[in-house]
């Protein structure tokens, strides 16, 4: 029988630090997100969820509350809530270039996505060079498969990541 979290369940992500904060508002040490597996956190997607940007402004004017004006150390995510795999068990394959397979991890933002950018090739058919990745991501290694479509159309072309 699955879990239901019930109607008045929230996720809670929280901002912690570490190490001094002097008296010119000056941390000397680390700024921590700590997520707790919330998958709407600056979701595009899901109704009631801050946008990215908003969502972004509000940590920034929680971190000022605080008292803190600069950090002079990291700013870290911490994804540790959950350990194990970042697929369901029984997700299907064809399932998780959606956007809705956003991965089982203790900290997700913005349905952890990352944009393809193309370049525009001449010929339909041709496979057009990506040009740009969005976030940057450390360790994305990525295999082109698909050409661009043979008739004039929209192009939507999924991603999709390997299980294990």
Known sequence: MPYILGTDFRFKTELQYDGTLDANGVLKGNLYIKGYGDPTLGSPEMENSLPL???LSTWVEAVKKAGIRQIDGKIVGDASYFKGGESGDTWQWYDLGNYYAAGIWGLNIHENYYYLHFQ?????????????????????????????????????????????
């Open 53 to 55: 940007a908003a969502l």
């Open 120 to 164: 525009q090739v001449n010929q339909l058919g041709d496979t057009p060079p990506i040009a740009k990745i969005d976030p940057m991501l450390p360790n994305l290694y990525l295999i082109q498969r698909r050409c661009s479509p043979s008739e004039k159309g929209r192009w939507r072309p999924n991603a999709y990541h390997s299980i294990g």
